[in-house]
């Protein structure tokens, strides 16, 4: 089984132009809200191209946005070079072991199912206790998890996005493969770019592993966080099970 980083690399060019046509920034909104509350610096984990860092730091919010994709974060460097941004600092960094001093911010957030790129036991728990370390008394946990992930059927060579990235052609043919017993879903991605006549391919896979609301709560409470809030959509409503996200708020201990 695929690393949950593996891939990353590869989807850096797509990302933004996939998420455009599926999330956009349905979620930005209440992220920029709940990091105006932190009181202090704020860290992202997963910041990647900056979809979520951008508009927090253009806010006024204190961020250091993490990732361990290099060319994720060379395109949200070439976004910081083409704006005022000041209150934004990327990291490339490994999300198991953060590279910060102990208590060193007021809020860390997990947006867009981060979490889910962390395909065994071992690695949440990795990630959780190195949130804990990095994460002030008090000071608040978001994660934002994507429910249906487990729930996609099965299926092979699917078109799922068509479209234009500049001046070229795009299209996104997809596969997904589910291990219910190891609850990992692995999307095969991939983009046919067509442009001036020649066309090429660009193949990876993407894994996620998701766990169930008790059982994240469970998990952050053993590594010293107390639950405040489980809501179900980005206004804030609460969860039930048939939300369509699951974002846990919770307190360092």
Same mark, same amino acid.
């Given at each position: 089984?695929?690393e949950g980083?593996h891939?990353? !690399?590869?989807?850096?060019?797509f990302? !933004? ?7 956009a920034s349905?979620?930005v909104?209440f992220?920029r ?5 932190a009181?202090?610096r704020?860290?992202e ?9 951008m508009?927090l730091a ?12 290099a ?11 083409r ?6 600092r990327?990291v ?6 953060l ?8 809020m ?9 790129s ?26 934002d ?32 493969r ?9 999307f095969?991605?991939?983009?046919v770019?067509?442009?001036d006549?020649?066309t090429?391919?660009?193949?990876? !896979?993407?894994?996620?592993r ?7 709560r469970?998990?952050?409470?053993r ?14 409503r609460p969860?039930? !099970?048939?939300a369509d996200?699951?974002i846990?708020?919770?307190k360092?201990?």
């Open positions: 089984m695929s980083w891939g990353w !690399d590869a989807y850096a060019p990302y !933004d132009w996939e998420n455009a046509r599926t999330l349905r979620d909104g992220w809200r709940l990091a105006l509350t009181g202090g704020v860290l984990l997963g910041c990647g191209t900056g979809r979520i860092s508009p253009r806010a006024g919010v204190d961020l250091v946005g993490v990732d361990r994709s060319p994720m974060l060379a395109r949200l460097a070439r976004q910081l070079a704006s005022r941004v000041r209150r934004l990327a490339r960094a490994d999300i198991r072991a590279p910060f001093e102990a208590r060193s911010f007021r860390v957030v997990a947006p867009y199912g981060i979490l889910q962390l395909v065994t036991p071992r690695d949440l728990s990795a990630t959780l206790s190195s949130v804990a370390r990095v994460l002030s008394a008090g000071g608040t946990f978001g994660i998890l994507v429910p249906d992930v487990p729930r996609w059927r099965e299926y092979t060579n699917r078109v799922q996005h068509r479209g234009t990235l500049g001046s070229a052609r795009i299209t996104l043919i997809e596969s997904v589910q291990d219910r017993v190891k609850r990992v879903t692995t095969e991605q991939r983009y770019v067509r442009k006549g020649r090429d391919e660009h193949r990876f !896979d993407l894994t996620f998701t766990l169930s609301v008790p059982d994240m469970k998990r952050l409470a590594a010293g966080f107390a639950v405040d809030a489980v809501l179900g959509d980005y206004r804030g969860w039930d !099970d048939g996200v699951w846990l708020l919770a360092k201990v």
